[in-house]
């Protein structure tokens, strides 16, 4: 993307976030990973009137291998840590998401901004205030509920025990202290009770394993009891070579919390493809999390939650055309949502 173009979007994001004068910005980058990013953000932080500084930590040892969950690149160095507390924002643009160090930064009020994505879809999918006004009450009425029932016709039916854990939003942009988010994001998520999962869940081709990155191509049932996945297997005992990978990756991990389910929720931007993965390369898959009318439940840590489960062995898995009660209230329909606020305009 031409530079110039991508200052302004990141002008617009900064605007959203409420960076002003008087505030201070941190970028935070890692090796020679997303420089035009830390140059885009610094133009349009003091374009705002704000201070800014580009903090850049070492690659990662292992160059071009896969994203370590809760890995940040800041364990043990204090003085990082300590400039990043000490600012208004943090941009992250190397996903610290499950790390110690993330809490600790959030904890002081520094708010934080995951930026990662491919710059043309950051800017394809910037937020909207319409968008988060959805988000924000989806996340209500999750926050209200005790119970969510998801089904699907391919065989999907389990229930979460909620109310042990917090309701979160994600709309793509940030502006409270203390709060992260992630550019782009459009959905909300709670978990489970740590022993509060059962029933069965069937992954049909479509839906999505990330962070494998690619989409289902057979189909997949997971058998869950008291919050842990007991079996992994193909459907109607067919063979599923979907079924052996995702076995075979949480076993690598030699850690049975790698089983446990962690938060869930729906997506909500109509303007996320779920076919985004045909598209954009490099990215965390933030377009395939937010498509609008996805039921998403993830596997591993739920720390970021408050949760005691700090596992490096994640998945969240966007699944299509699900049906998603709270309470028994039909809250998503197939893929679609029933509660006109939560609906873009145009399918109201």
């Not at 057979?218 to 008291?226: G, N, T």
Request: aromatic share 8%; net charge negative.
């Amino acid at each position: 993307m031409d530079q110039n173009l991508f200052n302004d979007i990141c002008l617009r994001q900064l605007t959203l976030s409420a960076v002003h004068e008087g505030e201070t910005v941190a970028v935070l980058t890692r090796g020679g990973e997303r420089a035009a990013y830390a140059d885009a953000f610094l133009w349009a932080a003091q374009k705002l009137g704000a201070q800014a500084f580009h903090l850049r930590l070492p690659a990662p040892a292992e160059a071009g291998g896969a994203w370590a969950v809760g890995d940040s690149g800041l364990a043990g160095n204090r003085h990082a840590v300590e400039a990043l507390k000490s600012v208004d924002m943090v941009v992250d643009c190397t996903f610290l998401l499950f790390s110690p160090e993330q809490f600790e930064i959030q904890h002081a009020g520094t708010r934080i901004l995951t930026a990662v994505e491919p710059a043309p879809l950051l800017a394809r999918l910037m937020p909207t205030t319409e968008l988060r006004e959805r988000v924000e009450i989806g996340a209500e009425l999750l926050a209200k509920a005790r119970t969510m029932r998801i089904t699907s016709p391919h065989g999907t039916d389990v229930t979460y025990r909620l109310g042990v854990y917090p309701t979160l939003s994600e709309y793509g942009y940030t502006d409270t202290p203390g709060r992260w988010d992630h550019w782009p994001a459009a959905f909300v998520f709670t978990g489970g009770a740590d022993d509060g999962v059962d029933g069965r869940i069937v992954l049909a081709p479509g839906d999505v394993l990330l962070p494998f990155n690619t989409y289902v191509r057979s189909p997949v049932e997971l058998v869950i009891e008291e919050g842990f996945i007991r079996d992994i297997r193909g459907l109607d005992g067919h063979p599923s070579l979907d079924a052996e990978l995702l076995s075979s990756y949480i076993r690598s991990f030699d850690d049975p919390r790698g089983y446990g389910m962690s938060h869930v929720g729906w997506g909500l931007d109509e303007r996320a493809h779920w076919h985004g993965l045909t598209q954009f390369g490099g990215g965390m898959g933030m377009e395939l999390r937010s498509f609008y009318g996805n039921v998403m439940f993830s596997i591993g840590p739920n720390n970021e939650l408050g949760g005691p489960n700090d596992t490096a062995c994640h998945f969240d898995i966007p699944m299509r055309g699900n049906s998603l009660y709270l309470d028994d209230e039909l809250i998503v329909d197939a893929g679609e949502l029933t509660v006109p606020e939560m609906k873009p305009a145009g399918r109201r």
